[in-house]
């Protein structure tokens, strides 16, 4: 929903409300919304413009719920409209009334660690005391929060501090880990690095990463990413001069490691940088390049196989080579490598499906003949192996001749039958076949089958079928001779009766 414009006091909206009516209803909603913690109506009373930093009659404001129910999103969004501005105190400006608690007590209360960085960020002061006297520490104690509890020991919360009841944090604390921690804390006397007395104005620091204590001069303070995703830094952290050094000097060594961009080195840096506090970002992105050039070096292993050997052997190639691929692929391996681990794995996809055919049982059907053709294609134009291109081209001449073989073995099985020619005048002319009539055509059929035959003969044909085409040329052509002669005979006959008549 689109946010209303604002308007001036005493300006009416469309339904003749002003705008401070309009606030005085809104408000008590937007209260009892963020009691409940629903971040849609908030969101959307905020956008009608009730007051983020109204309160009710017990000082309950919209960050104060917020900070109870941990919600970051609201905890960002009232921020954004300056509610926490109202928990900041001047003291410059003279004597200022305190609200009765601020929603720093409430996040250190509860535990909700995020939202106390959140509010830390603003300002908000950890030395301020509720209505009785209880600082963020004291609350983040009582609640049992270790982490909350050593976030505010980082910043310098004053690990001493009485309430009005004269309780220490220490005091109100019932968790034993918390208690171990502001026990530690308030036995140190002096800073550990320059032996400086602790003392109401030289605070304890707690160092975030060894959780030594440290006066304010030796440490030193920011703010750092949580995550490798977070797009802000805002976790607060205390270094002491000697963790900061070594932070430093791992992330170099990190920094260092990713540029030269070699796996020995990236895999120390990040070996020596595991158990510190070193940007997670970085962190992150040196196990990037690592897993990229891991992947690289398998997909290398991957492509050691070039040929395919044995059929049963690609299965277990093309599942390898794939999934190194793709792992290559998820960690941004370099394009080049991965483009030719592709035509790799085509190749060889193209090598089984020609081997497969290759070796499968055979067939002369034209059908048979264009797949052993298409796949003979397109291995070649993946640069197939050159030995099984050959078997497939061989394969395919073969074939080719079997079936004209076998085509001019049925076209010459009828005539094949006959004895002698002079049997062929006794069955009929439908005995023969078309080219058996005219001993031109014969004579062509006869050569033309040779010549296949010869041809089949250097394809290395079935032997069977080898030997029958070889039987019926050879009574092709005596069957051939004898026409010949029958039919030199009749015109010799022919001769003699002209000659007689003339």
């Not at 976030?151 to 171990?180: E, F, I, M, Y």
Request: include cysteine.
């Amino acid at each position: 929903m689109a946010a209303e414009e604002p308007r001036a006091d005493g300006e009416l909206e469309e339904d003749g409300e002003d705008a401070e009516a309009q606030r005085e209803r809104l408000n008590p909603q937007l209260l009892d919304a963020c009691l409940r913690n629903d971040t849609e109506a908030v969101v959307e009373l905020v956008e009608k413009q009730a007051d983020p930093c109204c309160e009710d009659s017990r000082q309950w404001s919209p960050l104060i719920w917020a900070a109870s129910h941990g919600n970051e999103t609201l905890t960002r969004l009232l921020i954004s409209h300056n509610a926490a501005l109202v928990y900041k105190y001047d003291e410059s400006q003279g004597k200022v009334k305190k609200k009765k608690h601020s929603p720093l007590h409430w996040a250190a209360f509860k535990g909700h660690l995020k939202v106390l960085w959140l509010l830390l960020k603003q300002d908000l002061s950890h030395h301020e005391k509720d209505q009785i006297g209880n600082t963020a520490l004291h609350q983040a104690a009582a609640g049992g929060a270790f982490e909350c509890t050593k976030c505010l020991l980082s910043q310098g919360a004053d690990v001493s501090a009485k309430n009005d009841r004269g309780h220490t944090p220490w005091q109100l604390c019932t968790v034993p880990d918390v208690q171990q921690l502001l026990q530690k804390a308030m036995e140190v006397v002096a800073c550990k690095a320059s032996g400086k007395q602790f003392s109401s104005t030289v605070m304890r620091y707690l160092c975030s990463w060894s959780l030594d204590v440290f006066c304010e001069a030796q440490v030193t303070q920011t703010y750092v990413y949580e995550s490798p995703e977070a797009e802000e830094k805002e976790k607060p952290v205390t270094w002491c001069t000697e963790v900061k050094n070594m932070i430093s000097e791992a992330e170099r060594m990190l920094d260092t490691a990713m540029h030269l961009n070699q796996l020995e080195q990236i895999t120390h840096a990040l070996e020596h940088a595991a158990d510190k506090s070193v940007d997670c970002k970085l962190v992150h992105k040196c196990q990037q390049v690592k897993a990229k050039l891991e992947s690289e070096i398998q997909l290398n292993k991957a492509m050691q196989v070039t040929v395919v050997t044995k059929i049963e052997d690609f299965t277990e190639l093309h599942e390898t080579l794939t999934k190194a691929i793709e792992d290559a692929e998820s960690k941004g391996a370099e394009p080049t490598r991965i483009a030719s681990a592709k035509t790799l794995r085509r190749k060889l996809m193209s090598e089984a499906s020609l081997t497969r055919a290759v070796e499968g049982k055979q067939k002369t059907t034209t059908g048979h003949l264009m797949m052993l053709e298409e796949l003979t294609t397109a291995a070649r134009g993946e640069n197939a192996n050159e030995d099984l291109l050959g078997k497939a081209t061989r394969l395919i001449a073969k074939l080719k001749s079997e079936r004209e073989v076998q085509q001019r073995i049925t076209d010459s099985t009828n005539l094949c039958e006959l004895s002698t020619w002079a049997e062929a005048a006794t069955k009929g002319a439908e005995h023969l076949p078309a080219w058996g009539h005219e001993t031109e055509a014969f004579e062509q059929f006869h050569e033309e089958y040779k010549k296949i035959v010869e041809v089949a003969d250097k394809h290395k044909i079935s032997p069977t079928l080898m030997t029958t085409a070889l039987e019926q040329l050879t009574k092709i052509e005596h069957l051939l001779i004898e026409k010949k002669q029958i039919e030199e005979e009749q015109k010799l006959k022919a001769n003699k009766k002209g000659k007689k008549k003339m």
